[in-house]
């Protein structure tokens, strides 16, 4: 069974930083890709960042410049420093992780920043 624990989350003032991790149970180079996705208030979930297990990254165009998304592979764990944070930032951050047709989530971690 895969776990994903997020933390990191929390309140910050606009232009602030939070580093988000996102833990596995087990070795994170058995994914295909792990990456951060983000569920705005009264919205829809929508991808921030992926990284796969090459290192290759992707970022949503409202992430690029202020978001960092990596991996750890000792210590099984994926990252997201965030930087220069806006309120539309405002959201619930899930980690998920693909392994062929299957994805897993976490239980997702409350990022808020205030204006």
């Known amino acids: 069974q895969v776990q994903l624990v997020e933390s990191g989350g929390g309140l910050v003032q606009a232009g602030g930083s939070l580093r988000l991790s996102c833990a596995a149970s087990?070795?994170?180079?058995?994914?295909?890709?792990m990456g951060w996705y983000r569920r705005p208030p009264g919205k829809q979930r929508e991808m921030v960042a992926t990284i796969t297990t090459g290192g290759s990254t992707n970022y949503a165009d409202s992430a690029k410049g202020r978001f960092t998304i990596s991996r750890d592979n000792a210590k099984n764990t994926v990252y997201l420093q965030m930087n220069s944070l806006k309120p539309e930032d405002t959201a619930v951050y899930y980690c998920a992780a693909t392994r062929g047709v299957l994805i897993y989530w976490g239980q997702g971690t409350q990022v808020t920043v205030s204006s």
């Open positions: 087990g070795s994170i180079n058995s994914f295909n890709a």
